[in-house]
């Protein structure tokens, strides 16, 4: 019998000869497919070369599709407004995709799709045609709605990150004002403990380095399996390695042979609300006029238990601040953000090709960045924190994190900032730059910006505990490799318990000699003294710890986030004495309850497991998993593992945080080591659904295959689309 991965050539004729697929699509996928090759290396990444970018891009695609095309797809269903049409989606889906479609209208997209640049058309175009080859050469998936790819669609998801501006909005309010009252969720109000979203990123100058090279930590913090790892190559210079998000056509955190790139979820305040004082439900006032709110239908899908497909029809009004999105008293809430999808795919895909500094913020120029912090390094030994570009100029006499003054017009925005009036900093004499999803102050240690120089609305969140243990990690040294760097990634300590920690002791020590928990709770205290607030698999103290702080955070975040504070924070500086001591015992109780010993170790508790290809997380203690070693980020832990428990489990499951890790090293040639969550495959049955799993969860990273002589003897298939 002749294997065809032996004759590759031989294999693409046999598919073009099939019967059936003798068309003009089928005809223009074959030619594009006829240009591209697939390198699946021993780990199952996917090295995608084209003869030009939209081939890279066809290929690219197509290669993401043979890896999760479910994910794909559930993307897309968000990013369109249409969750509501797969099967089971449910009430609530109607108001995500509501929510989606005050902002993505299909018909614009189309007319901003025909009037794009023709390079970005022909990517667009490449993209529709490589998902749509993948689907005639894969009858067996079957899609839960969207069975065919338009080329516009690619225009409703451009940038990478989880949870765009969009979601910012609240859907109960917005299920109030175009619905009927719904209160908001325990998730809305901070009272159910949510793993802290962002990433880690650092950059270190030649400098600071023991070979003389910028090195660059890409470290993500999302929910697992969000993207794929690939290396996507063209004959138009196209070269770019990392993390791309399911269903997008560039590499969002990543590298090329000169530079790297490393988004991080900015604390900026662009997304701004305005309270607007409606009259009689069509107008609203604006200075001394009265303008008129503009309707808009919506129609949303909603897939029914017979399978048919019944519509909601809605009419949304907006002002000419933005979409109305919620009623608070007497005033009708507009919200404001960026929304330029040409733009902002330009941008996403261009900086994959910058080869320094100056390209890279030639490209930003397009100021259609607004979520993401970058952390940048190229091999010319230029480092950089950069803003978001899409800054909005307003009166710094507002609190823009509060709902302002619609009527106003002085609170209106005006403008944009130039990327050289934004606290970035370019090559600081640290020698380092970081971020944590923190204020912009501390970017760069002593070199950073000053807050007293910017208007307040550069930042809104403050401080948090990863920065301060990324702080004292960089400050002061030298001799950085690329090994050092991967050691600080995953240091152990927990800098929160360390502030949080002498309180309880405080509050213990002032117990009455006859109070009970003085007794019950003398070991677990000496036991916490005794530490040193590091995290490990054996540690006991760990776990005592966590439970204790989950204890305090499940009781106060709803009280934190109404407070814009951070839970650490609001534990050290707002919680009484007794309730510190009290959330101890409880978290020794639970501990005892749910593992037979308050001493189980860290490693018995906190862990990966990864039982099918569902999208929505589940869990299960009979089932086979591995012990993680790191924690929240929540209390300072650089490595981030989000975990919790889950119906029907004891043990606690991550579900997020660490989700891909890169270190780069840019010499004369660009050295990388990297591990991802699990694995590269969304299939079960795939021999790379779960092998980087135990790597992963040791903060072992594997070699990166960036050259073809690396990736010589580490080939575990080569193909064409459609084989």
Request: charged share 20%; net charge neutral; proline share 6%.
């Amino acid at each position: 019998m002749i294997s065809l991965a032996r004759f590759p050539i031989l294999a693409l004729a046999l598919v073009a000869t099939a019967p059936g697929t003798a068309d003009p699509e089928m005809t223009r996928w074959r030619a594009e497919a006829a240009n591209v090759t697939i390198t699946r290396d021993d780990w199952g990444i996917a090295h995608i070369t084209g003869k030009t970018d939209a081939d890279a891009v066809f290929g690219m695609i197509y290669a993401q599709a043979e890896d999760d095309f479910s994910r794909i797809e559930a993307n897309y269903l968000t990013a369109l407004g249409r969750t509501a049409e797969a099967p089971g989606a449910g009430e609530d889906a109607v108001w995500v995709d509501l929510r989606q479609r005050l902002f993505v209208d299909p018909a614009e997209l189309q007319k901003q799709y025909a009037a794009s640049p023709v390079w970005l058309r022909k990517l667009m175009n490449a993209w529709a045609d490589g998902l749509n080859f993948y689907l005639a050469t894969h009858p067996q998936v079957k899609p839960k709605v969207l069975a065919h790819f338009e080329p516009w669609m690619a225009l409703s998801f451009t940038e990478g990150s989880i949870g765009g501006d969009i979601e910012r909005i609240s859907l109960s309010e917005l299920k109030t004002f175009y619905g009927k009252p719904t209160p908001k969720t325990p998730q809305e109000l901070g009272a159910i403990p949510r793993e802290p979203g962002g990433s880690n990123g650092i950059a270190i100058a030649p400098k600071r380095t023991r070979d003389g090279h910028a090195l660059l930590l890409i470290n993500p913090h999302t929910s697992f399996y969000f993207r794929a790892e690939q290396q996507v190559t063209s004959g138009e210079g196209l070269n770019a390695y990392g993390a791309a998000t399911w269903g997008q056509f560039f590499v969002y955190q990543g590298f090329n042979a000169k530079a790297g790139w490393m988004h991080t979820s900015s604390g900026v305040d662009n997304v701004d609300e305005f309270a607007e004082t409606v009259i009689n439900g069509n107008s609203y006032r604006f200075g001394k006029s009265l303008q008129a709110l503009l309707a808009s239908p919506v129609t949303i899908k909603v897939r029914q238990p017979d399978g048919g497909l019944a519509e909601r029809s809605f009419t949304t009004l907006r002002s000419h601040h933005g979409p109305i999105v919620a009623r608070r008293g007497d005033k009708w809430i507009a919200t404001a953000l960026m929304w330029k999808p040409v733009p902002a795919l330009e941008q996403s895909f261009l900086r994959t090709k910058a080869t320094d500094l100056a390209s890279y913020l030639a490209v930003a120029e397009r100021k259609a960045n607004s979520s993401n912090d970058t952390l940048f390094a190229d091999s010319k030994g230029e480092i950089a924190f950069l803003m978001p570009q899409f800054m909005p100029v307003r009166d710094n006499r507002f609190d823009y994190t509060r709902a302002v003054d619609g009527s106003d017009p002085a609170t209106g925005w005006q403008g944009l900032h130039t990327l050289p009036s934004l606290p970035s900093v370019l090559n600081p004499k640290t020698g380092w730059v970081r971020n944590t999803n923190d204020w912009p102050w501390s970017a760069a240690g002593p070199d950073s910006r000053k807050a007293a120089d910017y208007p307040k609305y550069m930042d809104q969140v403050g401080e948090n505990y990863r920065g301060v243990h990324a702080d004292a990690l960089l400050t002061g040294r030298s001799g950085w490799t690329l090994e050092s760097l991967r050691a600080a990634a995953f240091d152990s300590d927990l800098p929160a318990f360390r502030v949080l920690l002498p309180g309880l002791f405080a509050a213990y020590d002032a117990l009455a000699k006859d109070d009970p928990r003085r007794a019950n709770l003398a070991e677990p205290i000496a036991l916490l003294r005794s530490w040193d607030c590091r995290w490990g698999l054996d540690s006991r103290a760990t776990s005592l710890a966590v439970f204790w702080g989950d204890t305090l955070w499940r009781e106060v975040g709803s009280f934190a986030q109404a407070e814009r504070m951070n839970v650490p924070d609001y534990i050290e500086k707002r919680v009484t004495p007794t309730a510190k001591v009290d959330a101890l015992a409880a978290a020794v109780d639970r501990l005892q309850r749910d593992f037979g010993d308050w001493r189980t170790p860290w490693g018995e508790i906190n862990r990966w497991q990864r039982i099918d290809d569902a999208i929505a997380p589940h869990f299960d203690d009979g089932a086979p998993s591995i012990p993680v070693m790191f924690a929240s980020a929540q209390w300072g832990s650089l490595a981030s593992f989000g975990a919790r428990t889950w119906p029907g489990t004891t043990r606690y499951y991550g579900t997020s945080g660490n989700s891909f890790v890169a270190l780069v090293e840019f010499g004369p040639r660009v050295r990388a080591i990297a591990v991802t969550a699990g694995g590269e495959s969304g299939d079960p049955r795939s021999p790379h659904f779960a092998d980087q799993a135990q790597r992963y969860a040791t903060g072992n990273l594997r070699a990166v295959y960036f050259y073809p002589d690396q990736l010589a003897g580490h080939v575990e298939r080569r193909y064409r689309p459609g084989q």
